[in-house]
């Protein structure tokens, strides 16, 4: 066992035929089936039988357009994720779910009640990963011509937590008496209005659905630019993040808990989960062999494509087998900030060509690549779980199922045996495995305080 007792915790990252660009193309990829739900129903009942705390969906509002070539070579469908989450929750027992909502493109009312749903459909396994959209043709969807600033967005996004949280809060735990006797369905003094207005919404409440199990489906944000980890460091429990080096995640952990005590939290409040890519093998040749065939797989376009949407920046007019061009600093970028910078800061580190770069993030997208046997990529997360960089890892398998099954089958194992991670769920809730507490009712403390 670790020193302090403590446990992993694991995402499972569905992205559907697998989180490499090329991965629909693998030899053992079962890419026809990505629109079957008997498929993406054995990888959640996969991820379950591998204790993984949560099933993770990202999401976003369009196609990239920018090169039709690219749009062809790559796989550009996405279920809806509430839709896919429930229909998941109901073959599944234990495993949480996770599912990414935009605060740019929804309204508070509709994401409260649509995650206090399936938090109860689930039986308390709902988590929401918070995000800000930041493309333009993202924004065209949506009676715009171009995405708002970033600090907007991250204005937005903060009044829209705080509003879906009074909302889950608008009933009280035991508001609900379904008396039939007395016909008494519910207490009224129990159930409240939020008469919430900001800068950016007006909402009465209260919800028309009753307080969640947990309290609170699990808040979940992936932001890292100085905005994201302020927003985290109040009202994230979950972080995922894309670090390459154990210095930078270090850095990283260390800043983010270090802000939480100025919102009267503690670090234990808030679980950083880095992502990472792992490329298995029986051995480090095979292991090897595994990425250059994933490497081999990439159509240019599509890796061209994947780069200049991660950096926003069109890389289409120049040589694929030379550097970078001078990039604009990063407080010019409206995209993601910080995964411009990490991919920037890659390139000048390691002196890649635009292929050697595409090549590098096509499977991880800016999170940290691990390659070798399953006791080697044990080691990797031990080092950093050990040494202050994560709480436990968001897992992104290059293909799927093939990957899932051989993370399941052979890392959880080696994990186990070392005390790292868990061989049984203990808690009923999402909330209760991640070893969050359940949040206290703050829209009911406010309203005694003033009475």
């Known amino acids: 066992m670790t020193q302090n007792n403590r446990e992993m915790k694991l995402g499972a990252f569905f992205m559907i035929p697998g989180h490499h660009v090329a991965a629909w193309r693998h030899p053992k990829a079962e890419s026809h089936q990505i629109m079957s739900f008997d498929f993406i129903k054995r990888l959640a009942q996969t991820a379950e039988r591998g204790k993984f705390d949560m099933v993770?969906?990202?999401?976003?509002?369009?196609?990239?357009?920018?090169?039709?070539?690219?749009?062809?070579?790559?796989?550009?469908?996405?279920?809806?994720?509430?839709?896919?989450?429930?229909?998941?929750?109901?073959?599944?027992?234990?495993?949480?779910?996770?599912?990414?909502?935009?605060?740019?493109?929804?309204?508070p009312?509709?994401?409260?009640?649509?995650?206090?749903?399936?938090?109860?459909?689930?039986?308390?396994?709902?988590?929401?990963?918070v995000v800000t959209s930041s493309t333009d043709v993202e924004a065209q969807n949506f009676n715009l011509e171009q995405q708002l600033l970033h600090e907007k967005r991250y204005e937005r996004a903060e009044e829209f937590v705080d509003v879906v949280t009074k909302l889950w809060d608008s009933w009280e735990d035991d508001?609900?008496?379904?008396?039939?006797?007395?016909?008494?369905?519910?207490?009224?003094?129990?159930?409240?209005?939020?008469?919430?207005?900001?800068?950016?919404?007006?909402?009465?409440?209260?919800?028309?659905?009753?307080?969640?199990?947990?309290?609170?489906?699990?808040?979940?944000?992936?932001?890292?630019?100085e905005a994201g980890k302020e927003l985290a460091a109040r009202t994230a429990e979950v972080i995922f993040t894309a670090w390459q080096t154990l210095e930078e995640a270090q850095a990283f952990y260390t800043d983010v808990k270090g802000r939480m005590a100025k919102y009267g939290r503690s670090p234990e409040e808030l679980k950083i989960m880095p992502g990472i890519f792992p490329v298995i093998g029986r051995t480090e040749e095979e292991a090897e062999a595994n990425k250059l065939m994933l490497e081999d797989l990439i159509p240019e376009e599509a890796g061209l494509s994947l780069l200049s949407g991660m950096i926003s920046v069109d890389l289409s007019g120049y040589p694929v087998d030379g550097p970078l061009p001078d990039l604009p600093e990063v407080s010019q970028i409206n995209g993601g900030k910080s995964r411009f910078q990490l991919l920037k800061d890659l390139a000048d580190r390691e002196g890649l060509t635009i292929r050697q770069l595409y090549q590098?993030?096509?499977?991880?997208?800016g999170h940290r690549e691990i390659k070798g046997t399953p006791e080697q990529i044990a080691d990797q997360m031990q080092e950093w779980f050990e040494n202050g960089a994560a709480d436990g890892f968001n897992i992104m398998p290059p293909y799927l199922p093939g990957g899932l099954e051989d993370f399941v089958n052979q890392v959880i194992p080696v994990l186990q045996q070392r005390g790292l991670f868990r061989k049984e769920y203990t808690g009923k809730t999402l909330r209760e495995n991640l070893g969050l507490k359940r949040p206290v009712n703050k829209l009911i403390e406010s309203i005694k305080e003033t009475v």
């Open 360 to 365: 590098r993030i096509a499977g991880a997208r």
């Open 175 to 225: 508001a609900l008496i379904i008396d039939k006797e007395a016909a008494q369905f519910a207490d009224p003094s129990k159930i409240h209005s939020i008469n919430h207005k900001g800068e950016w919404f007006s909402v009465a409440g209260p919800l028309n659905i009753s307080r969640p199990i947990q309290g609170h489906p699990v808040v979940i944000q992936a932001g890292s630019s």
């Open 109 to 129: 009312f509709n994401v409260a009640r649509r995650f206090a749903s399936l938090d109860h459909l689930s039986g308390g396994r709902a988590g929401w990963n």
């Open 56 to 107: 993770f969906l990202a999401d976003n509002y369009a196609l990239r357009r920018n090169n039709q070539k690219a749009l062809g070579q790559t796989v550009n469908t996405l279920f809806e994720p509430f839709t896919l989450l429930s229909a998941l929750a109901a073959v599944t027992n234990h495993i949480g779910f996770v599912g990414t909502v935009s605060t740019t493109f929804n309204e």
